[in-house]
């Protein structure tokens, strides 16, 4: 576990002496650091100097001589680095430091008493076969690979290793396609129209306004979610939305969403007065639930439950604040659930209930557990990917007919791309026009 995190610098402190001029010192991790005679100036240059080179260090103080640095030193200073480096203006962390935290998991777990001098490309391969043994997928693979690189390259400019042993470690090619036991990954492809209208019903007002407005402009679903009126410029027949914290905000670049009138008419229901809160609330959308479920009743309300008396007083899961990629991610998947549902055999039953409930669905552990036992597991899980569709596709489903319509350019200027090699990612090429120019070309 890192530290929290604190703006506070460590104070030069004074140690009195029977007979001997007072010392000063300071405390930096637990170590006490000497300055020199307390009241001199070489005393406070002496701490101005350690402050430096300890903030310089990521508030770390350097490895002293006897000590042997392991690769569990290593992590645990790289991820005190990365708690302070991978944050955003607000202060909170980016998912940036988690992912680094399961890359170095395997790592640890093979080689976290290993001096760090000691770890040669052969480590590395290791590690790799051990993501491979968890199922972890080829390019995930790759990408965390990567990222352990880049902590030895970081250990290495901060003196805790030699830095021959970050360029040896650069020498372990990436694994290619199709060349190991790694499981593929399935590229993301556009959505259909048709298959989102299909599943829109199924969604709450709220869930229908943002998947709407992710069609119409091709924002990434963090953008989404992170989306407040403040952020959007009406002054123009186009909407600007300026996003002044994104993916690639750290690298300089600008991020604005240009909103078109169909979107605006999507958008413009949901602009409210408290500026700097999100534009789509889940507990809005958690309210709109409850209203649908009570358009359906059908037990008249003098009996029974009536609307708020059901109510746990510390509820488990309470409506966020706001939308995450993963909250936004399942409530789509639960409405594509319900507009696609599965065969009878690989659908959740009604069991027995208890007390006076004579009837009750599975829990999904339940339904799962149930499959797993009858040998259709392996039949729910292809069924539910082919019938199931990601906020992410809809922003390729926006470029691909950006591309087709206005070209490569545009599709990169409206995604917010700085280059067009990455818009080639999403934009999918057109078929219906490749063929065509293939029958003219002959």
């Known amino acids: 576990m890192t530290a929290a995190r604190t703006n ?5 402190r004074r140690q ?78 980016t998912n940036e430091y988690g992912t680094y935290e399961r ?23 290791a590690v790799r076969q051990k993501m491979i043994n968890a199922g972890w997928s080829r390019p995930h693979i790759n990408s965390q690979i990567r990222r352990l690189r880049h ?28 060349r190991s036991n790694a499981p593929e990954t399935d590229p993301v ?5 048709a298959v989102v209208e299909a599943t829109l019903p199924n969604l ?14 091709g924002m990434r679903p963090a953008e989404l979610c992170e989306l407040t009126t403040d952020m959007i410029d009406t002054s123009g027949d186009v909407w600007v939305a300026n996003y002044d914290d994104h993916k690639t905000a750290h690298r300089g670049r600008r991020r604005m969403v240009f909103i078109r009138p169909q979107a605006q008419k999507v958008l413009a229901p949901w602009l409210h007065r408290d500026l700097a809160a999100p534009v789509f609330s889940p507990r809005q959308s958690e309210r709109e639930r409850l209203e649908a479920m009570r358009s359906q009743r059908k037990t008249p309300l003098t009996c029974g439950n009536g609307p708020g008396d059901n109510r746990v007083s510390k509820p488990r899961c309470a409506p966020a604040d706001k939308w995450t990629t993963q909250s936004y991610g399942r409530a789509i ?6 507009a696609f549902p599965p065969p009878e055999h690989l659908a959740r039953r009604r069991v027995k209930g208890e007390g006076r409930k004579s009837e009750r669905w599975e829990t999904r552990g339940e339904w799962r557990g149930r499959l797993s036992q009858e040998g259709l597991l392996n ?30 350019e545009a599709a990169q200027v409206l995604l917010g791309h700085a280059k067009a090699d990455v818009t080639q990612v999403y934009a999918e090429r057109d078929l219906q026009k490749a063929l065509s120019v293939a029958r003219e070309v002959g």
């Not at 392991?70 to 990365?82: E, G, S």
Request: charge should be positive; proline fraction near 7%; include cysteine.
């Open 8 to 12: 506070t610098l460590p104070k030069l």
């Open 16 to 93: 009195k002496e029977k007979g001997r001029p007072d010392r000063a010192f300071v405390v930096l991790n637990g170590r006490k650091i000497a300055c020199g005679r307390w009241g001199t100036p070489q005393a406070h240059q002496r701490y101005d100097r350690a402050i430096v080179e300890w903030l310089a260090g990521g508030r770390q103080l350097p490895i002293e001589v006897d000590q042997q640095v392991t690769v569990a030193i290593l992590i645990d200073r790289f991820l005190a680095h990365a708690q302070e480096h991978y944050r955003r203006r607000d202060g909170s962390v």
């Open 103 to 125: 890359a170095a998991w395997p790592l640890l777990a093979l080689y976290a008493d290993l001096a760090v001098q000691d770890f040669t490309p052969r480590c590395l391969r």
């Open 151 to 178: 902590v030895f390259r970081w250990g290495s400019a901060q003196e805790l290793l030699p830095a021959p042993i970050h360029s040896a470690l650069s020498n372990v090619e990436p694994l290619q396609q199709h």
């Open 189 to 193: 492809t556009p959505v259909s129209d």
């Open 204 to 217: 709450t007002p709220t869930l229908q306004a943002m998947v709407n407005l992710q069609r119409y402009t």
């Open 333 to 338: 998947q639960r409405a594509c659930d319900e």
């Open 379 to 408: 039949e729910l899980t292809p069924w539910q990917k082919a019938h199931r569709w990601a906020p992410n596709q809809l922003r390729h489903s926006y470029a691909t007919r950006v591309r087709r319509e206005h070209g490569l």
